[in-house]
């Protein structure tokens, strides 16, 4: 069984900064994609950012410049360091990720609980 668990949120001053954290654990043995959504209140989930096993990213236009991705293949966590924040990134952030578990042969999706950031005066 997988799980990824999400860490890092909190309560932040605009112009401030967070890093988020999501630690999947379990027999993992491989996998390629890993992103980080977040949802507002009363809107969709969005794609913010996404890394792949070889370390290309991409992001959305809205963070740009602003948030950074990164993964560590060896500790199966990936990270999203948020900078320049602004009342706008308020949402609950999720992290998904496509993984193999021991024994199958093809990836799976996996999504985290999710952690609320808030970037408010």
């Known amino acids: 069984q997988v799980q990824l668990v999400e860490s890092g949120g909190g309560l932040v001053q605009p112009g401030g900064s967070l890093r988020l954290s999501c630690a999947a654990s379990g027999r993992i043995v491989g996998g390629n994609v890993m992103s980080w959504y977040r949802q507002a209140p009363g809107k969709q989930r969005e794609l913010v950012a996404v890394i792949f096993s070889g370390g290309s990213t991409t992001y959305a236009d809205s963070v740009k410049g602003r948030f950074i991705i990164s993964r560590d293949n060896a500790k199966n966590t990936m990270y999203l360091q948020m900078n320049s924040l602004k009342p706008e990134d308020t949402a609950v952030y999720y992290c998904?990720?496509?993984?193999?578990?021991?024994?199958?042969?093809?990836?799976?999706?996996?999504w985290g609980q999710g952690t609320q950031v808030t970037v408010s005066s």
């Open positions: 998904y990720a496509s993984l193999r578990v021991e024994g199958q042969l093809v990836d799976y999706a996996y």
